[in-house]
T-cell receptor, first 112, second 115 residues
């Protein structure tokens, strides 16, 4: 059972374009994280959101946690080739436990 | 710090053989996680340890999989016997504490191919 569904699964855009990636679930999460993974490497944490409605910015990346803490989005402004990679969301269920469950992933390719 | 270290980086083995994957967590981290990543199923948590003690192994696929953490600086994931469907990239991650905002540091992964 996949707790977190991400969309789109694949995204190919031109350098300079904007994009949004979505992470959705029917479950409530205590917190949600976004990771980026490059080929041949492990995922690297980008941000953690904890409060419903929270918005965090990391340079050209904007992360939002849904009001009900069931979903999240990642918006990239003026995408660059260096943004290419697999973006993963991961949620810590509100029902307890220490583990994070990872989403299905969005593979982003930014064409120069 | 060297980060999380995994070995080997690549492993090719024949069906039925025993496979052992190794992980050295970041010094001082008290949690260690083993994940498996495939195209079909994404990144799945297999098992995690706290202070060398297994806490949740509900993600371990079946009895062919076993994991140990004999000390704070070493863990193994063993598959015996291996099957082609075990082919995947296996990641080890460690963290300092847990809670709603802890950060996991991932190793580079071991790419396992079972023929």
């Amino acid at each position: 059972t996949q707790l977190l569904e991400q969309s789109p699964q694949f995204l190919s855009i031109q350098e300079g374009e904007n994009l949004t990636v979505y992470c959705n679930s029917s479950s409530v999460f205590s917190s949600l994280q976004w990771y980026r993974q490059e080929p041949g490497e492990g995922p690297v944490l980008l941000v953690t959101v904890v409060t419903g409605g929270e918005v965090k910015k990391l340079k050209r990346l904007t992360f939002q946690f849904g009001d009900a803490r069931k979903d999240s989005s990642l918006h990239i402004t003026a995408a660059q080739p260096g943004d290419t990679g697999l973006y993963l969301c991961a949620g810590n269920p509100a029902l307890g436990g220490n583990q994070f469950y990872f989403g299905t992933g969005t593979s982003l390719t930014v064409i120069p | 710090d060297a980060g999380v270290i995994q070995s080997p980086r690549h492993e090719v083995t024949e069906m039925g053989q025993e496979v052992t994957l190794r992980c050295k967590p970041i010094s001082g981290h008290d949690y260690l996680f083993w994940y498996r990543q495939t195209m079909m199923r994404g990144l799945e948590l297999l098992i995690y340890f706290n202070n060398n003690v297994p806490i949740d192994d509900s993600g371990m696929p079946e009895d062919r999989f076993s994991a140990k953490m004999p000390n704070a600086s070493f863990s193994t994931l063993k598959i015996q016997p291996s099957e082609p469907r075990d082919s995947a990239v296996y990641f080890c991650a460690s963290s300092l504490g847990t809670g709603v905002a802890y950060e996991q540091y991932f190793g580079p992964g071991t790419r396992l191919t079972v023929t």
